[in-house]
């Protein structure tokens, strides 16, 4: 079962100071997991304010149905569809602050029975959303060797045995189904016979077939490219990622040089920290952060996490 607040949410104090909480306000919990990061968000909303939380887990939607406050509205949903929600409630362009902590909560990891972590002998589902889609044991079940390949390769940086590890993976399931978290284990097992220093030999795999399964890259790259339209002037967007493949879309995806930067006034041009241009509105970057010591040392799982702070902006024509 999942409850409330039982994840350990990353940064809380940090969530809060660069939030920026305005009285009557427009927030955003894209990721709402068990509650954490709205819980305290809502400690500090005004009366009128309000918190609008999605998830894509049903489970993680039935405790948001906990909270029983005024200012507070739930969706099962992704957040790649937040414009279109705003949209629909003439509310696009009026929202203060957005926080979205990517990854998967600790409810998903040690209740969801949903293959997420090697340290269960579980179905290998991995759907956040397991009301749309297929499980990851029907997709390895279907998949060509070059497709599992593909995967491991770019979702996991995974290359030295990931095509032999493809190869067993598609003619074992010509025969059998490899079903559960444990039989994929053995097969990674069986090529990787020398232990990484740093992390379970299996990691990587597990992280790549989860981020394929829920389309993990694509929804943070439609987030960004919607966030301008989404937020109100000066309105913030924090971000929390957790592995470098999120990260590093975070790190580009509003950097100038990627943009045809023509219709910018000079005295921009020279400022990195960049941009999105629609109508002369863009997003700068305030600050990037990681946990502190003492964080990580509470919660060791905190240790990878990374927090980027946005904020909208107009461009002054001078
Ligand atoms: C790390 S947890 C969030 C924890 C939360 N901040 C807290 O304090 O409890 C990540 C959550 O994001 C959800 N999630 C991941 N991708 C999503 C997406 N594209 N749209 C909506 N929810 C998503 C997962 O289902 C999971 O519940």
Same mark, same amino acid.
Request: proline residues 0%; aromatic residues 10%; glycine residues 16%.
């Given at each position: 079962m999942y409850t409330l607040n039982s994840h350990n949410s990353i940064m809380k104090n940090e969530v809060i100071k660069y939030l920026n909480i305005i009285n009557n306000g427009i927030y955003i919990d #894209? &990721?709402? #997991?068990?509650g954490g990061h709205s819980l305290i968000i809502l400690e500090k909303l005004s009366t009128n304010s309000k918190l609008f939380v999605f998830d894509k887990d049903i489970n993680s939607i039935n405790i948001a149905k906990l909270i029983k406050d005024s200012r507070f509205f739930y969706k099962? $949903? $992704?957040? &790649?569809?937040i414009k279109n929600f705003l949209n629909k409630k003439k509310l696009? #362009? *009026?929202?203060?602050g957005i926080i979205i902590d990517l990854g998967i909560s600790k409810d998903q990891i040690f209740n969801s029975k949903r293959g997420f972590t090697f340290l269960k002998n579980e179905i290998l589902d991995m759907r956040m959303d397991n009301t749309i889609g297929i499980p990851a044991f029907l997709w390895l079940k279907k998949a060509s060797i070059k497709d599992i390949n593909k995967v491991f390769n770019k979702f996991g940086e995974e290359y030295k045995y990931s095509k032999q590890i493809s190869e067993y993976i598609y003619n074992y399931n010509k025969h059998n189904t490899i079903k559960y978290t444990f039989e994929l284990i053995k097969i990674i097992n069986l090529f990787h016979k020398k232990k990484y220093k740093r992390i379970n030999n299996v990691t990587k795999y597990f992280q790549a077939i989860r981020i394929f399964i829920n389309n993990e890259l694509y929804n943070i790259k439609k987030l960004l490219s919607d966030i301008v339209d989404i937020l109100d002037i000066n309105g913030r967007l924090i971000i929390i990622s957790f592995n470098s493949l999120e990260t590093k879309i975070i790190k580009n995806f509003f950097n100038i040089k990627n943009y045809n930067i023509n219709n910018i006034p000079l005295h921009y041009k020279d400022k990195r920290n960049f941009i999105n241009i629609k109508n002369n509105l863009y997003m700068k970057k305030i600050i990037k952060l990681k946990p502190n010591k003492e964080e990580i040392i509470k919660n *060791? $799982? $905190?240790?990878s996490a990374i927090m980027t702070i946005f904020e909208k902006k107009m461009i002054l024509l001078k």
């Open positions: #894209g &990721t709402f #997991g068990s099962h $949903s $992704s957040f &790649t569809e696009l #362009g *009026k929202v203060n *060791k $799982s $905190s240790r």
